[in-house]
């Protein structure tokens, strides 16, 4: 069975400081593992996505998250955390086989001036 | 950049009243997916749709809704007799295909917030 754990329902940075929010997974087979940000009144915007290429993955907007199987983690970072960043950001688990995705519960990022 | 719209944006209904809830994938996708928010929880998968038939569905998905690829364009979500614990934001999204070479992305829609009284 798949599935993500987001560590932390909420995180508070201040502008200009590094972002780190939370992801495990657990998955039978090897994973697809995505982050999607959901701004106020706004879709599900795709970040990034791992699909067995490259462990550091670069994505939009200077996000960027590290696979790392030994650690079932997938987590997302930004060295520098910016006004427009403040959003809902969600880890995502899938098979490359499969077309069901499994969402964690979210993680609120607040970014103080 | 291309976009998978919804409407309505929002919809008030009373319980027990049919609702339908419509997308437009992204027009080269092949797969199409429903996926409802209730406020505060997470997002749960509800159907994958491909080649004019349901390829997968949740427990959520029950008798009471149903999809539907009427034309080469709309994609749709009807709820038979709504119940309260139907309001939720229901979000479209498609992928232009799945697979061993590689996962597929969904591109998602803003959603459709559901009200049900």
């Known amino acids: 069975a798949q599935s993500v754990t987001q560590l932390d329902s909420h995180v508070s940075v201040s502008e200009g400081t590094p972002v780190l929010l939370r992801c495990n997974y657990s998955?039978?087979?090897?994973?697809?593992l995505f982050w999607y940000v959901q701004h106020p009144n706004k879709g599900l915007q795709l970040l990034l996505k791992y699909t067995s290429a490259a462990t550091l993955v670069k994505g939009i907007n200077g996000f960027e998250a590290e696979f790392k199987k030994s650690e079932t983690s997938f987590h997302l970072t930004k060295p520098s955390a910016h006004m427009s960043d403040a959003a809902e950001y969600f880890c995502v688990v899938t098979l490359n086989t499969g077309n069901q995705f499994y969402f964690g519960t979210g993680t609120s990022l607040t970014v103080i001036p | 950049e291309p976009e998978v719209t919804q409407t309505p944006s929002h919809q008030v209904t009373q319980m027990g009243q049919e609702v339908i809830l419509r997308c437009v994938p992204i027009?080269?996708?092949?797969?199409f997916y429903w996926y409802r928010q209730i406020l505060g929880q997470k997002v749960e998968f509800l159907v994958s749709?491909?080649?004019?038939?349901?390829?997968?569905k949740s427990e959520i998905f029950d008798d009471q809704f149903s999809v539907e690829r009427p034309d080469g364009s709309n994609f749709t979500l009807k709820i038979r007799s709504t119940k309260l614990e139907d309001s939720a934001m229901y979000f479209c999204a498609s992928s232009p295909s799945t697979g061993p070479s590689g996962a597929n992305v969904l591109t998602f829609g803003a959603g459709s917030r559901l009200t049900v009284l």
């Open positions: 027009s080269n996708h092949l797969y």
């Open positions: 998955s039978s087979y090897s994973p697809s």
């Open positions: 749709f491909y080649n004019n038939e349901i390829s997968e």
